[in-house]
Antibody, heavy 118, light 110 residues
């Protein structure tokens, strides 16, 4: 059974880069499938950030594309998110999820709250 | 790119049936699968419906999904409402390497 766990700093300063990692267990990333990042600002809805195929092909939300980089590290069986030039509007719970079918996010990690503040 | 529009909130009494809609702004609702996620406060989303009308194992058959091409919308129906169904529900679809979520619907069971 696939399990995912997000990790990274809970506090990031404005204008800096947010970096998160999603560790995958129960499945080898190099074997296939897509992997994704989704965020949820406090009290608001879900927003897709981007997805990556196991081969490294990436797909980003057009509204965030200029600031987002998603990468995969098959040796560590994890994938990562970098979001540059953050502002308070980027404060959110960040989730990673697997896409064992390309259209369907399941399962999800537990999420990690990232606050952007000086 | 397209958008998915959901009602902000719905409410119904225990034992009754409620339907939550999800309308696609452009392109056909039938051209890409729709998924529905349930999110309880403080928890990660979990799937209640995938591929328009399929239930993952463990999801009760009180949950059902459908699509309506005439209104270009998908619907999540929950019958025999229980207080434990009170949660936020999100629809989601996918098109041309672009994944889209609806804005979410808060279901109150009172």
């Amino acid at each position: 059974q696939v399990q995912l766990q997000e990790s990274g700093p809970g506090l990031v300063k404005p204008s800096e880069t947010l970096s998160l990692t999603c560790a995958v267990s129960g499945y080898s990333i190099s074997s296939g499938y897509y992997w994704g990042w989704i965020r949820q600002p406090p009290g608001k809805g879900l927003e897709w950030i981007g997805s990556i195929y196991h081969s490294g092909s990436t797909y980003y939300n057009p509204s965030l594309k200029s600031r987002v980089t998603i990468s995969v590290d098959t040796s560590k069986n994890q994938f990562s998110l970098k979001l540059s030039s953050v502002t308070a509007a980027d404060t959110a719970v960040y989730y990673c999820a697997s896409l064992l079918l390309p259209h369907w996010f399941d399962p999800w990690g537990q999420g990690t709250l990232v606050t952007v503040s000086s | 790119n397209f958008m998915l529009t959901q009602p902000h909130s719905v409410s119904e009494s225990p034992g009754k049936t409620v339907t939550i809609s999800c309308t696609r702004s452009s392109g056909s609702i039938a051209s890409n699968y729709v998924q529905w996620y349930q999110q309880r406060p403080g928890s990660s989303p979990t799937t209640v419906i995938y591929e328009d009308n399929q239930r993952p194992s463990g999801v009760p058959d009180r949950f059902s999904g459908s699509i309506d091409s005439s209104s270009n919308s998908a619907s999540l129906t929950i019958s025999g409402l229980k207080t434990e169904d009170e949660a936020d529900y999100y629809c989601q679809s996918y098109d041309s390497s672009n994944w889209v979520f609806g804005g979410g619907t808060k279901l109150t069971v009172l």
